[in-house]
Every structure is written in C-alpha cells, then in structure tokens.
C-alpha cells in the first residue's frame, strides 16, 4: 500500500462565498484559514496550495467578544526609535474594516511563501457587491 502524495490541481478549486455579517472574527477567520489551505479535503498535502478562493462579503458587520472592541490592539513598527504605532480594533473597524479579518486570517496561516500564496487567494470586501460575480461562487453558511 502507498501513500499518495497530492499534486497541484488548479482545476479543483472552488470559489465560495462567506457572509460576514453577526459572525464572530475568530471562528469565522478560522473557518477561512481552513478553506484556503485545504484542510476540509481527504487530499490534504501540507506542502500543497490545494484549497479554494474565499470570497467574504459584509466584512464591517463582524462580531467580536466581550471588551475587545477597545482592549484588542493592532501593533506596527516604522523601523525607526520610537516609531511603534498602536490601533484599537473600533478605530481599525472605522478606518479599514476589511483589515480586521485580513490579519485575523493571516495569523491563522503558515509563516513561508505558501502563507503568502495562500492570502492571495482571499477577497474581503466591505458591503454586499463584488466583482467575483464571473466564477460563480457558492454560498456557503456558517455556523
């Protein structure tokens, strides 16, 4: 008996479609992170970009917990001393509220050129329209 190993199938991705809206930032980011890398499919290869497109719709309507609105803290550096700037997760909502999910699901995937290759693949945008109309994504629910 062998193990096959998965090969890349760029004609075995899906496009699905996520609506954002009520849904927690956690648990709709981990369930991002599964479907685009791949995770869901018995041909799991961790080497392997075999997941599907995720198209998230609604992303200013996502939920959070608890205090997080104000205690969660989104950290960057400019590189220069004392150069290190700090965003609230109401203020990231109000400015950029596609940027919540963004890094949600970016810390959820692998730290390499596959985690990269991997984040292209997700479209966040804010409101009910987008552009991906063309392939056909299906709706899928989430819990």
């Known amino acids: 008996m062998r193990t096959e190993s998965a090969k890349f199938d760029a004609n075995g991705?899906?496009?699905?479609?996520?609506?954002?809206?009520?849904?927690?930032l956690g648990r709709?980011?981990?369930?991002?992170?599964?479907r685009l890398r791949g995770k869901h499919l018995p041909?799991?290869?961790?080497?392997?970009?075999?997941?599907?497109?995720?198209v998230v719709i609604n992303a200013e309507k996502?939920?959070?917990?608890?205090?997080?609105?104000?205690?969660?803290?989104?950290?960057?550096?400019?590189?220069?001393?004392g150069g290190l700037k700090e965003t609230s997760a109401r203020k990231m909502l109000q400015e950029h509220?596609?940027?919540?999910l963004y890094y949600a699901v970016k810390g959820m995937l692998p730290k390499n050129r596959l985690g990269r290759k991997l984040l292209k693949k997700l479209k966040i945008?804010?409101?009910s329209k987008h552009p991906h109309e063309a392939q056909q994504p299906q709706k899928v629910e989430i819990l």
């Open 28 to 34: 709709l980011a981990s369930y991002i992170a599964i």
């Open 125 to 127: 945008y804010v409101g």
């Open 62 to 81: 996502v939920r959070l917990t608890g205090k997080k609105w104000d205690q969660k803290v989104y950290r960057r550096h400019s590189g220069y001393m």
């Open 13 to 24: 991705r899906r496009w699905i479609l996520v609506d954002a809206e009520g849904k927690v």
């Open 43 to 54: 041909t799991f290869t961790p080497h392997v970009d075999g997941g599907d497109f995720v």
């Open 97 to 100: 509220p596609e940027r919540l």
